[in-house]
């Protein structure tokens, strides 16, 4: 009998207990399954080559690719910011210009006062100056591996070696032929 002669209920039933089964193998939070092992395999290939995909073939026949995904990295920047090197001398500065900046002194409480200053009005207070800064490249790190299979090309890729019923489920025809 084959697969796809059993009764609905009986043919699902035997595909839920092969996808439980195949589930396990293609896991990737079961550190003890064929997807995490070829995972592992990826990542160690990248670290020793560079390398971040790799075709899938079964039979000699491309049927999809396997690749490392890659986040987290940051380019390194330059920022500015404001920094007071003498607090005496940035004193004076608001008492001489008390009356001129008092309405936004009061508005920037909150705030730095000579950074609002220096952005609000553009001007530099004594005491103050902005100095460059670069913020290190952070390198990206592996998130991760994705496995992109196509399921027609592997039942072409395997044509007569599964049963015809598994066959037709990747993609080939009634008879498993793709």
């Not at 699902?12 to 592992?40: C, F, W, Y």
């Not at 940035?90 to 008390?98: C, G, P, S, T, Y």
């Not at 006062?113 to 004594?126: C, H, K, N």
Request: hydrophobic share 35%.
């Amino acid at each position: 009998m084959k697969l796809l002669d059993l009764p609905p209920m009986e043919r699902l039933a035997v595909e839920q207990a092969l996808l439980s089964r195949i589930g396990e193998d293609v896991s990737t939070k079961n550190p003890d399954s064929l997807r995490h092992m070829m995972d592992e395999d990826m990542v160690a290939t990248y670290l020793g080559t560079g390398y971040k995909s790799r075709d899938v073939m079964v039979n000699g026949q491309k049927v999809g690719t396997h690749s490392i995904r890659m986040g987290g990295g940051k380019k390194a920047k330059k920022t500015k910011r404001l920094v007071v090197r003498d607090q005496h001398a940035l004193e004076n500065f608001i008492v001489k210009n008390e009356e001129s900046y008092a309405e936004a002194y009061a508005n920037a409480l909150s705030r730095n006062f000579a950074e609002f200053v220096l952005r609000t009005f553009g001007e530099l207070p004594d005491g103050c100056e902005v100095i460059e800064e670069t913020i290190p490249e952070v390198q990206p790190s592996v998130q991760g591996t994705t496995l992109r299979i196509d399921s027609e090309k592997v039942a072409k890729a395997i044509k007569g070696y599964l049963p015809t019923g598994v066959a037709y489920m990747l993609g080939g025809d009634e008879d498993g032929a793709a």
